[in-house]
């Protein structure tokens, strides 16, 4: 049997180009802060006062991995967790200042990393890349597992 031409599988690429955009982050942004994290504290600096469940939603994170991050942020002194008065078993979610800070000082980093990260591509095919690429993790969120339980199978194409 011949040897599979991985350049063909997107997933192959999308794991190179994962591999590619750790190495950046951690060379050009930041080796303490996650790429993950920078999305918990920049949907906070956009909508301050979300709860868990909600950020994770807008970031794309899932249930044990957003809990992951807040937790980190929070022993970072990088967000502030207060009970909703409404809901006594849910926190509303702020930036500290040196939250604030730190987002400001990545944003910049991350701006830089970007540049170099589509570098090998015009200003038309970085727009057109970023959409198709947000076309794909927007239909992969919402394909579940076969027999999981209470899950639809994937529609066939």
């Known amino acids: ?20 955009h750790y190495l950046l982050w951690n060379t050009m942004v930041s080796e303490e802060i996650t790429s993950p994290q920078f999305a918990v ?3 906070l600096v956009a909508e301050p006062g979300l709860d868990q469940r909600t950020v ?3 970031v ?9 991050v807040i ?13 909703d ?3 006594g078993r849910r926190f509303l979610l702020r930036p500290t200042e040196e939250g604030r800070r730190t987002h400001r000082r ?11 990260f589509l570098g090998p591509l015009s200003a038309a095919e970085q727009a057109q890349f970023l959409d198709l690429i947000r076309r794909v993790a927007d239909a992969a969120e919402g394909l579940r597992h076969p027999g999981e339980p209470g899950e ?4 066939q194409p």
Do not use: Y
Not at 3 to 16: E, F, Q, Y
């Open 60 to 68: 794309g994170l899932d249930r044990s991995t957003i809990a992951e």
């Open 85 to 87: 008065p409404r809901d």
């Open 106 to 116: 990545l944003t910049v980093r991350t701006a830089r990393m970007n540049q170099v």
């Open 41 to 43: 504290l920049n949907a």
């Open 152 to 155: 639809p199978a994937p529609a």
């Open 56 to 58: 994770g939603e807008r």
């Open 1 to 20: 049997m011949a040897a599979v031409d991985l350049s063909t599988h997107p997933g192959h690429l999308a794991r190179r180009l994962q591999q590619a």
């Open 71 to 83: 937790s980190r942020l929070d022993r970072r002194g990088l967000l502030d967790k207060t009970r």
